[in-house]
Structures are given as structure tokens and as C-alpha cells.
């Protein structure tokens, strides 16, 4: 071969050819991880925000989702939320059936303290309607001229019967014709007045008659202090119903003698002879109309409870006085001769 041969000249040309296009799944999949992101941290979120029960009801839905979603429970919420409490409000402890409804409290209601309850109102209102009668009472003495001068002989006080109204007598002025049932025209008109006042309120009234210690000197027969305490508080009865008084206000009328003194200190004091009225209150009517029932006397001004067989009516007589017990009296100086002045 001569060495002048011409060789072919090769010319190797590389064609770059640029890669196909992956698509977008890339996107898919950062989506996917950035949602599972999002939904972790609302978990953490909604962790931290609730309450050990609340975490339970969670748990309680994932276990069974089916029974707690159709029939709830404590823990629960309502059908449409797995958070306790329901609704929107993640502040709430309990569930709610529908949205806007609260959950109905059990309460329990105890008779008898509500009964106890009702009771003692009506017994404040009740001596509160007494007081009044007693501040109603004492302006119509201080009103009349001819009863004003004799109000240091009318004491009026709450006790545990009801209102009592005491006319007593004084050295110098008895209420009564000296050892008879008659009265004297001042203590006519002190009934007649007290009379009117009464009929303010439905309670019923109870009289008792009273005497001083001095024996009771008389030619009849058996006739003693008893018979006139007696006598006495009927005819008192007999004049606050001429005063206008409810005739069937009156429960009980009776003669206690000297049984309940009124100074005890002293069995011969003329404040012993004395005329009680008593303006009763629910228990103490209910206790005088039972047939055998205790009515309870609050003795006041140094004296004891006397406790006193009651019934109802009108007891005019020695023959139907109560039985009366009542506490020994205090030792005193002989008694005088009997004597009707004493009376």
C-alpha cells in the first residue's frame, strides 16, 4: 500500500437525548406526608386539651366505634362527636343528646326536712300575727281614757300556749265583789274591749280562773276556791262575749284556785287573783280539743311549767275543774283565818 493512500475519515457524532418526564407523584406523596403531619399534631393538640375521662371515651370509641356511635356513653358525647362533652363546647363533662340541651341534674328532696321547713314558717308567722293582736290589744287600753288608768293591771305576753292576757288585781282594786263571781263595772268594760280585739284572728281562746292562797269561808257546803276560780273565769267568758267575742272561740274554761301562783314568793299577794286569757296557737288547740290531751301553762315570773288534764268546754264548776298538778309551794308564814275579805 502507498503511503500516500488517503484514509477515510471517520466523524463519530454522540446524540445527546435528554430523559422521558416522571410525572407528578412527587406531589402526591408530600401532600400525603403533610396531611399525616397535620393530623398527628391535631391528635397531640386534642390529647393534651382533654381530661383522663375524656381520653377514656376516646379510647372506649375506638374499641367498640359502632356500639358507642348508635348508644353512647359516659364518656362518649353524643353520636356525632368522639369527644366527651359533645358538640363544640370541649369544656363540657358531660354529653349532650342534642346540641343546645343540658343534661338533667337528679335532685333529691327530703320530706321530712322540707316539712320541718314549712313548719317553722308557719309558726313565726303565726307569732307574728300574735304579736300584733298584743300590739292591737294594748293600743285600744291606751286609747280609753277610763281603761288607760288601769293598765298596770292588764299584763299582756307570748308564751309557749299563745298570747296571754292577765287582769290582776291590785290592794286596792279588785276585779271582783270581794268573795263572789260578780264584776266590777271597770273590769266589765277592760272584757269588753279585750272582746272586740279577739275576733281579729280565728284562734281559739282558753280562761282560767285564779285565787289567792287565804282558805275560802262559806256557808255552803264544799264551797271552796276551786268552785269560785271557777265561777270567776265563766263569768269572765260570759262578759268578752257581751264585748262581741265569737262564743265558739272559747275551747276551754276552768278554775285553777291558787294551783299556779303568780307570786309564788308570796301565796296571799292580791296579783295571785287573777283572770288569764290565753289566745292560743295551732298546738296548743289541737292539744285542749283532744279529749285527754296535755296542755302545757308557761309560767313565768319565777313560777314552773304546770302541766294540766285538758278538755274542751266550759267547766263552770268545781265538780268538773281539771285535775291539776302542779309543783308544792314555796314555804310562807301561816295562813290567816279564813275569810271571804281575802277574796
Do not use: C
Not at 293 to 314: K, R, Y
Amino acid at each position: 500500500m502507498s503511503t500516500n493512500e488517503k484514509r477515510p475519515i471517520v466523524i463519530k457524532r454522540i446524540k445527546k437525548v435528554a430523559g422521558g418526564h416522571h410525572g407528578g407523584a412527587w406531589k402526591i406523596a408530600y401532600a400525603d406526608f403533610v396531611t399525616a403531619m397535620m393530623a398527628f399534631f391535631l391528635l397531640m393538640w386534642l390529647l393534651g386539651s382533654t381530661t383522663k375521662g375524656d381520653l377514656k371515651g376516646i379510647a372506649d370509641y375506638f374499641n367498640t366505634p359502632l356500639k358507642i356511635a348508635m348508644f353512647g356513653g359516659t364518656g362518649s358525647g353524643d353520636s356525632s362527636s368522639i369527644i366527651k362533652g359533645g358538640g363544640k363546647d370541649l369544656t363540657r363533662t358531660e354529653g349532650q343528646v342534642k346540641e343546645g340541651e343540658l343534661p338533667s341534674e337528679k335532685k333529691i328532696i327530703n320530706i321530712k326536712a322540707a316539712t320541718e321547713e314549712l313548719l317553722r314558717i308557719e309558726k313565726i308567722k303565726e307569732i307574728d300575727k300574735l304579736k300584733e293582736l298584743k300590739r292591737s290589744i294594748e293600743k285600744a287600753i291606751n286609747s280609753n281614757a277610763k281603761l288607760k288608768q288601769f293598765q298596770n293591771q292588764i299584763l299582756l305576753d307570748i308564751t309557749t300556749e299563745g298570747l296571754r292576757i292577765q287582769i290582776v288585781d291590785e290592794k286596792n282594786r279588785p276585779m271582783f265583789r270581794i268573795g263572789r263571781a260578780e264584776l266590777e263595772p271597770y273590769t266589765k268594760e277592760i272584757l269588753h274591749e279585750i272582746g272586740k280585739t279577739l275576733n281579729q284572728m280565728p284562734n281559739k281562746v282558753s280562761l282560767s280562773g285564779h285565787t289567792d292562797a287565804t282558805p275560802y269561808a262559806t256557808d255552803r257546803k264544799g264551797f271552796s276556791n276551786w268552785d269560785l276560780s271557777a265561777d270567776r273565769a265563766n263569768a269572765s267568758r260570759r262578759e268578752l262575749i257581751e264585748g262581741g267575742m265569737d262564743e265558739d272561740k272559747v275551747v276551754r274554761v276552768v278554775g285553777l284556785s291558787s294551783a299556779v301562783l303568780f307570786d309564788k314568793s308570796n301565796p296571799f299577794n292580791p296579783v295571785n287573783r287573777r283572770i288569764s286569757i290565753i289566745v292560743m296557737n295551732k298546738k296548743a288547740e289541737e292539744a285542749a280539743q283532744k279529749d285527754g290531751g296535755t296542755v302545757e301553762l308557761d309560767a313565768e315570773n319565777g313560777n314552773p311549767q304546770q302541766t294540766i288534764m285538758g278538755t274542751s268546754g266550759v267547766l263552770p264548776t268545781a265538780s268538773s275543774v281539771l285535775a291539776v298538778t302542779a309543783s308544792a309551794p314555796a314555804a310562807t308564814a301561816p295562813a290567816p283565818q279564813p275569810s271571804e275579805a281575802a277574796h
